[in-house]
């Protein structure tokens, strides 16, 4: 069964459509890169997998969005459990002003969770997971803003990892950081993907060749081609993607 | 010969920018100059009443001689009076107006009338005091009736700068927070007001500047020309230095005498304007150091 | 290890296995050179396909890991390094191949003596050594090795020289048989050029590894390099 998946989605902000007729399946454990140039999408599409277009006022959706066969746009769908089962990671890194601690414990918390060792254990688990507990387990205290941003980026995906979801949503999370902590992020996306299935939006090719299994390229709001990311980087079968991927685009 | 001279118009350009300079320069010097002067005209005029028994003491003799102390205390009253109703309730407005109220005409017409709000003139505020505080509600003359009617005038400009300390966090806070499961009321609380707490902050201390300088609202409110006491509730009247200044040189019983005094007032006056941006912008720095973004 | 760590270490897992492939086609091809068994040649033969894929499985993965992870410095070097290697392998494989297929078209001639003549089957070997080495040296990253590998290609040329030589002298007595002899030679020609091909990986080798270039170098110069 796939993890993810949007059937003929249609997605319109007022009356202008950014999304036309979308189709992609993806199987779970595995890491799906979006790519395409400014606007054309692909940060829309992403944003469908945990609702965030919500909050923008005057959208519409055709067609179905399913996270593990569940329609999540279908009525009577609680938004905040839905958005439990996702995890996103932005293009700035943004902890909360709070401290490193606190920074992970706060989906727990929102979340009613209270038993004090239980969240103790779980921030462990999460900060370990993002291979940053060593660079802050003795500064647990402090403030979040006292890292640096490679290590901010990925306290924020312990930070989205502490709720648990199955899916991580990531949008464009190196575009603020340096190349030595953009490649500890690709290496933990490699990591991840043992244990979640994740979606990554990214501006940078070589990033989407490195980490992704599959890539979708979108143009204009249509995905003109979505295949293996080996096929789609050696052999794209459509003249428009092989224009974007080899820098002729226009 | 090259279809642009370039020596020629790098002159011209140099030739421009220098006048360009010299403009700006000579305004912003211009601008200084006059906030210079009237600072230390004030300052020249006022110094030399200020002493400790000015700031602590009742006015004697038709407010000839003596210190201050009553006015200083009224304004501190009203300051706070007004806060306490203008800042909860413009903070709770700039969030609902913010985060809640969903984009559309409805929204546009709200900003639009608060924006009005803040561009009537105080005296309005004060007739609309007087006839709804002192008169309709029968408050009275009173500090009550003086506090809500500066809070009335404020609420605009708290509203305004809440809403823009509001509008300067970035949305991925919000989304990230939501996010993670929590409710928009969570995600305020928790993560957006402690982000746009430093510039609220400056907004508060602004109003607050606002308001210990304002003459007209408190004019048919509660400012008294002279009271022999403190106030004792928040029904009796008070005094209030701007009217104090405003009685004193023009209607007092001796103005020429009681010159040095008006001067005096002005100057503590603008001591406690001055010390409220301070306050201001230190508050601001330092919280801005503790969610320092980057 | 990083993704591009595990994906090398592949490619050089697999560059490996065609390397044992290789060396064991080619010991192969030296023992049923020697008995000129029939039954080997076959086996030889369905091996080759074998050899085959596995080039293209390299080359596939070569070719992704430029597309996808960008290889630079070392990395890029030892890819560029694997894909001609890759190739050199395979043409060495294809040597084995066509020593089966001069076994199997053999009918009724007899090569024994014209083999011991020749010292075919020390060439052989000192073909299959080079194969072995060369494998060693990238193994163990060892560039003095694989310089090593130059001289002893030289010893090859020389035993191709005095094959020459004596089969010519054969073609003069017995022209009868001028087919058969022909094809030998070609047979000793080919090991040379197993020698020429493990010549050309010890220089990839030495190209990763110490980033030299030793391809275009004069002769004489090219030994002097280190």
Redo the contacts between chains.
């Keep these: 069964m796939y993890k993810l998946e949007s059937k003929n989605v249609d997605f319109f902000y007022g009356t202008s459509q950014a999304l036309k007729n979308i189709n992609i399946a993806i199987h779970p454990n595995t890491v799906t890169a979006l790519i395409g140039p400014s606007g054309c999408g692909k940060s829309t599409y992403l944003r469908l997998f ?1 609702r ?1 277009n919500d ?1 923008i ?2 959208t519409k959706i055709n067609g179905q969005v399913l996270i593990d066969g569940d329609d999540i746009y279908a009525k009577g769908v609680n938004v ?2 839905l ?2 089962k ?3 990671v ?3 890194p ?1 902890p ?3 401290t490193i601690f606190e920074n992970v414990a ?2 727990l918390r ?2 009613g969770i209270t038993d004090k060792k239980f969240i103790e254990e779980r921030v462990e688990t999460s900060i370990k997971q993002v291979v940053l507990w060593d660079e802050v387990k003795d500064k647990l205290k402090k ?1 979040a ?1 006292e890292l640096s ?1 490679g290590q901010q980026q990925r306290l ?1 995906i312990a ?2 990892l ?2 648990q979801p199955s899916v991580i949503l990531m949008d464009e999370p190196t575009s603020a950081l340096d190349p030595i902590s953009t ?1 500890k992020i ?2 933990l996306i ?1 990591e991840l993907k043992s244990k979640y299935t994740i979606v990554i939006v990214t501006h940078n090719m ?1 990033q989407a ?3 992704s299994d599959s890539t979708a390229f979108f143009y204009l709001g249509e995905l003109i081609e979505y295949s293996a ?2 096929e789609l ?2 052999n794209p079968k459509i003249e428009r993607t092989q224009n974007y991927i080899t820098g002729r685009f226009g | 010969m090259p279809l642009i001279d370039e020596n020629k118009l790098t002159k011209s350009k140099n030739r421009n920018q220098k006048i360009a300079f010299f403009l700006f320069a000579s305004v912003g010097y211009f601008i200084v100059t006059i906030l210079v002067a009237i600072l230390s005209f004030i300052v020249y005029k006022g110094i030399g009443v200020i002493n400790w028994n000015f700031i602590s003491q009742m006015p004697e003799e038709g407010m000839t001689k003596g210190g201050i102390y009553p006015a200083i205390i009224g304004t501190l009253y009203l300051v706070s009076g007004s806060m306490l109703f203008a800042f909860p309730i413009g903070v709770l407005a700039a969030i609902y107006m913010n985060e809640y109220f969903k984009d559309g005409i409805i929204k546009r017409i709200v900003r639009m009338m608060t924006n009005n709000l803040a561009g009537v003139p105080s005296i309005v505020f004060g007739l609309f005091g007087m006839s709804l505080f002192v008169n309709k509600l029968g408050f009275g003359d009173s500090i009550l009736a003086g506090s809500l009617t500066l809070g009335l005038l404020v609420l605009p400009i708290v509203i305004r700068t809440t809403e823009e300390a509001l509008k300067a966090v970035d949305d991925t806070f919000r989304q990230a927070s939501l996010g993670l499961g929590a409710t928009k009321w969570q995600t305020t609380r928790r993560v957006v007001l402690p982000i746009a707490f430093p510039n609220i902050i400056t907004g508060l201390i602004l109003s607050i500047g606002r308001v210990s300088g304002e003459t007209a609202p408190i004019l048919f409110t509660v400012a008294a020309y002279f009271l022999p006491k403190l106030p004792s509730s928040i029904f009796d009247q008070a005094m209030a230095l701007p009217y104090h200044l405003y009685v004193i040189s023009t209607s007092g019983t001796n103005i020429e005498e009681s010159r040095p005094i008006a001067y005096g007032t002005a100057l503590v006056l603008i001591l406690i304007v001055l010390i409220c941006n301070l306050i201001a912008n230190g508050l601001r720095k330092y919280f801005s150091k503790k969610v320092k973004m980057n | 290890m990083s993704h591009i760590e595990v994906e090398m270490q592949q490619l050089k897992a697999e560059i490996v296995e065609m390397w044992n492939l290789v060396s064991a086609q080619m010991k192969t091809a030296m023992v049923a050179l020697a008995k000129m068994d029939k039954g080997l040649a076959k086996e030889i033969l369905n091996n080759e396909k074998k050899v085959n894929s596995l080039e293209l499985k390299i080359d596939r993965d070569c070719e992704n890991i430029f597309a996808l992870h960008n290889p630079v410095a070392n990395d890029l070097r030892l890819v560029l390094a694997l894909l001609r290697i890759n190739s050199n392998l395979e043409r060495i494989g294809d040597i084995a191949a066509s020593v089966a297929k001069f076994i199997n078209k053999s009918d009724g001639f007899e090569y024994k003596g014209l083999v011991e003549e020749t010292h075919a089957l020390e060439m052989f070997e000192e073909a299959c050594d080079l194969v072995d080495d060369v494998k060693a040296s990238f193994e163990t990253e060892n560039t003095q090795l694989a310089e090593s590998i130059f001289k002893r290609d030289r010893t090859l040329n020389e035993l191709n020289k005095n094959a020459r030589a004596i089969v010519i002298a054969h073609i003069k007595k017995d022209p009868e048989n001028v087919e058969s002899f022909l094809s030998f030679l070609a047979i000793i020609r080919k090991l040379e050029r197993s020698g020429d091909q493990s010549k050309s990986i010890a220089e990839e080798l030495i190209f990763f590894i110490e980033a030299k270039v030793l391809k275009h170098a004069p002769k004489a110069e090219g030994n002097k390099l280190n």
């Design positions: 945990n965030m909050l006022g005057n905040d459990s958005r439990k996702t995890g996103m932005f293009q700035k943004n909360f002003p709070k706060y989906g929102v979340n403030s803003f941003g924020c930070r989205a502490a709720i490649a690709e290496e490699y070589q060749g490195r980490v990311t080996k980087f050696t």
